[in-house]
């Protein structure tokens, strides 16, 4: 039963709603216990055609030759499809809201950069004709040096993965290399701090392993338009991706989902609609393309691999005054939604806790494995496990239990974000209390009297302290930076665009708070001194977690370029075709 504290929630809930807390049955259980509903694969067509890709048994190779002459000529085979045959062979997900750059082809042109990325595909009259043909394709393939680290990936010399990014990492609003937070002086309470820990977290990519695997079915209609049924989880992501590809305006398009037989965010990739349209396109009939079980394990998008580091400064009455995160994903050959994941992360730093100097740099690392994609939690599960763990082992230094020194430690209403911003409706207090309780988790009576409603947004908890910025992170070969500038923001600011109203917090170290919010759009001068956070030592294992040293950092940058001010009108997308944006409502 789930429990509602209105002590906690009386401005968040109304009680009078019609679902939410109610025994309300879903209205498509009925056709799921019953087996009626229908999937992308129930529905049939005259003449379906069958589409299968020939894949890259190489994680790095350069194509010499294809030779498919055999394949065209097989029993069944409609059509054989190469990478001149797709309109538009590039392509990045997030390309539909003007993000990134595109970097994914449909097949494969000169280079393949995983194994498993399609090279060819056979369009045939049975699914076994298609799996026949397969077989007589030839290609020719030079071996590449290949690497499957994130920190590999991002030194000096590494092998090249994708080429849109040949440094090997993705690159935020094409100027920077990572996503990075400040906030405080952290090298400062370290220094300050009665023990310092650091702990390395690795997560393993994890397949998704829908019931349903990954496919549509696309079929011509009349005024030359496409019905597709799809399993896709985001269909109208899906519909924008597959007219890019394609090259038709959206309208052409009839995108039948929304009845999916497990994603888990495995199925926002669109894997196999284009190539159907495609195929329908070229073939005037209906083209079925369906991942059978290996390729859905094998080449289906994983959630991608994350590594961790967190260092923090802890005194021995049990608070934590500094955290830095050091993370990377590992995005795989290509981009897809590892990029959106480093922002989600940065954005839950540094967790549900109150420290007062936090910084962090959270990398999206390309190696030549499967691409990565969503999965439940992106860009917040590794990270929280990882923090969590943390908290278990900060609690054990400091000699407390680990549910008292969650609650010494948690956000209370009021206290101010790294990012600059209140917290609110925070109650981690409460359910560390709640969970205590139904655990039958002893806990002393100060712990059972605390309240996240009070003892925050007072004093320094409520202010936004100076905060020391540095150079780190700009684009460029890793062997080409340079350490930049040191900079402190005064205490009390937002760095913000120009072309916003600058916000003003008071201060916490006992100055008054500016009038005017400083401009540091500007080039920086070179430094002097070098930047707070030190040069890497000898990598470390990449499987052993590191305790009592320093992280692994990446070669120092070169001084920053100045931010561009915010454009006067949107940049020219890339798409190749005018469709409906279902993101920002209207054609382009």
């Known amino acids: 039963m789930l429990e509602m504290r209105k002590d906690l929630f009386a401005d968040e809930r109304d009680d009078n709603l019609n679902v939410i807390g109610k025994g309300i049955q879903r209205q498509d259980m009925p056709g799921h216990v019953t087996g009626l509903t229908r999937y992308f694969d129930d529905h049939g067509f005259d003449g379906l055609l069958h589409l299968k890709v020939v894949r890259s048994p190489h994680a790095s190779a350069r194509i010499r030759s294809i030779d498919v002459s055999a394949a065209a000529r097989a029993p069944g085979v409609k059509r054989v499809l190469r990478a001149a045959d797709v309109p538009v062979n590039k392509n990045t997900l997030l390309s539909l809201i ?14 393949v950069h995983y194994v ?122 899906a519909l924008g991706t597959t007219a890019k590809i394609v090259a038709v305006e959206s309208n ?111 990398h999206v690392a390309y190696t030549n494995r499967c691409p990565s994609t969503a999965m439940r939690g992106f860009g917040i599960t590794a990270v929280d496990f990882a923090l969590e763990v943390q908290m278990d082992r900060l609690a054990e230094a400091a000699g407390m239990d680990p549910m008292e020194f969650r609650i010494l430690n948690a956000y209370r209403d009021g206290d101010m974000k790294p990012h600059r911003r209140k917290a609110s409706n925070t109650a981690l ?92 759009e500007p080039a920086r001068a070179a430094m002097t001194t070098p930047p707070p956070y030190p040069p890497p030592p000898t990598a470390p294992s990449p499987y052993q977690p590191v305790a009592g040293q320093q992280p692994h950092q990446p070669p120092p940058p070169p001084s920053p370029a100045a931010p561009a001010p915010a454009p006067a009108a949107p940049a020219q997308t890339q798409h190749g075709a005018v469709r409906f944006s279902s993101v920002f409502g209207r054609r382009r």
């Not at 959630?303 to 795989?332: P, Q, T, W």
């Open 429 to 520: 207090i409460e359910c560390v209390q709640v969970a205590a309780g139904k655990a039958n988790w002893p806990i002393s009576e100060e712990g059972k009297r605390q309240s996240s409603l009070t003892g925050g947004g007072t004093g320094e908890r409520a202010q936004i302290p100076a905060t020391v910025l540095d150079a780190r992170g700009q684009i460029g070969r890793p062997e080409t930076r340079q350490s930049g500038p040191t900079q402190t923001l005064p205490a009390g600011t937002t760095r913000i665009a120009l072309s916003k109203q600058p916000v003003i917090e008071g201060a916490r170290d006992g100055r008054a708070a500016p009038t005017q919010v400083p401009r540091y």
């Open 98 to 111: 003007n993000f990134g750059k595109d970097d994914e082809p449909s097949l494969a042109v000169d280079k």
């Open 252 to 362: 052409r398009l009839h995108f039948i989902g929304g009845t999916v037989g497990g994603g888990f965010g495995g199925k926002v990739d669109s894997l196999t609609e284009p190539l159907a349209v495609l195929g329908s396109m070229v073939t005037g009939r209906p083209v079925r393309f369906v991942l059978d079980r290996e390729e859905e394990m094998l080449y289906g998008s994983p959630r991608g691999a994350e590594r961790i580091y967190i260092k923090d400064g802890l005194m021995r009455d049990g608070r934590i005054v500094a955290r830095y995160i050091r993370s990377y994903f590992d995005a795989g050959a290509y981009t897809r939604l590892s990029s959106y994941a480093a922002i989600k992360c940065t954005a839950h730093l540094p967790g549900p806790y109150w420290i007062p100097n936090v910084a962090s740099d959270v």
């Open 116 to 237: 498993g990325e399609p090279v060819v595909a056979i369009i045939a009259e049975s699914e076994a004709q298609a799996l026949a043909a397969k077989k007589l394709v030839r290609i020719d393939y030079e071996p590449m040096p290949a690497v499957f680290d994130v920190e590999e990936a991002l030194k000096p010399g590494a092998p090249v993965v994708n080429e849109t990014y040949p440094a090997n990492y993705f690159e935020y609003h094409e100027r920077f290399d990572h996503q990075k937070l400040r906030f405080g002086d952290v090298e400062r309470a370290f220094a300050g701090a009665d023990m310092v820990l650091e702990h390395r977290y690795q997560m393993s990519p994890i397949e998704h392993a829908p019931t349903e695997t990954n496919g549509s079915i696309a079929a011509p209609e009349q005024n030359g338009r496409f019905v597709v049924h799809s399993c896709a989880q985001g269909l109208f992501f």
